[in-house]
């Protein structure tokens, strides 16, 4: 008698238990559900959505602000990477050296020209704001590159 006793308290024991743990579990996620919805994480949320593109942003946002001409490696990375690596709006890869071989041709002069005043797809200054000087830094690190 007294062992059935104990094994039922058991069994009520771990059924309250149980019912607590989900209460409090329950209302956790309750809570975190009605601060997504109360405070300013729809912007948060809007923010993250947006990530990769705030970050291509951020990227030419920060150009200008840089203390100091960039030499043309960071330039490179931040800006001009984002088309020259991948191919993306039908840039030229910075790998692919057919593809630079008549553009290299035209010399310095001339793709610092169509990079100041943008070409087809490539908005002016690789849509960045690039002093000349760095302009002329980063076009020579391509012409490097792509040769
Ligand atoms: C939005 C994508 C994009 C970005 C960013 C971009 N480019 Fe381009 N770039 C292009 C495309 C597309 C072309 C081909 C244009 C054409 O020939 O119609 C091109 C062509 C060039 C050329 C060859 C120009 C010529 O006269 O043939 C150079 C040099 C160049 N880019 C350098 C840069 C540099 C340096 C940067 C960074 C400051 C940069 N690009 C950023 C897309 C981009």
């Known amino acids: 008698m007294a062992e059935q006793h104990s094994s039922k308290s058991i069994m009520w024991v771990t059924i309250i238990v149980a019912t607590v ?3 409090i579990v329950y209302a956790l996620t309750v809570n975190k559900g009605s601060s997504n919805a ?3 994480s729809a912007a948060d949320e809007a923010d993250i959505r947006i990530q990769p593109v705030a970050k291509f942003e951020l990227a030419k946002a ?3 602000a840089a203390s100091g001409p960039r030499d043309g490696a960071t330039i490179y990375n931040t800006v001009c990477g984002a088309c020259h690596n991948t191919g993306a709006a039908g840039a030229p890869k910075i790998d692919d050296k057919a593809a630079w071989a008549s553009r290299l041709a035209s010399g310095k002069d001339a793709l610092i020209k169509s990079v100041t005043n943008g070409k087809g797809a490539m908005p002016a200054k690789g849509g960045a704001t690039l002093s000349d000087a ?4 980063v076009v020579e690190y391509v ?5």
Request: aromatic fraction near 0%; hydrophobic fraction near 40%; proline fraction near 6%.
């Open 143 to 147: 012409m490097g590159k792509a040769k």
């Open 134 to 137: 760095e302009i002329k830094s």
């Open 62 to 64: 920060e150009a200008p």
């Open 38 to 40: 109360n405070t300013s």
């Open 21 to 23: 743990l989900i209460a």
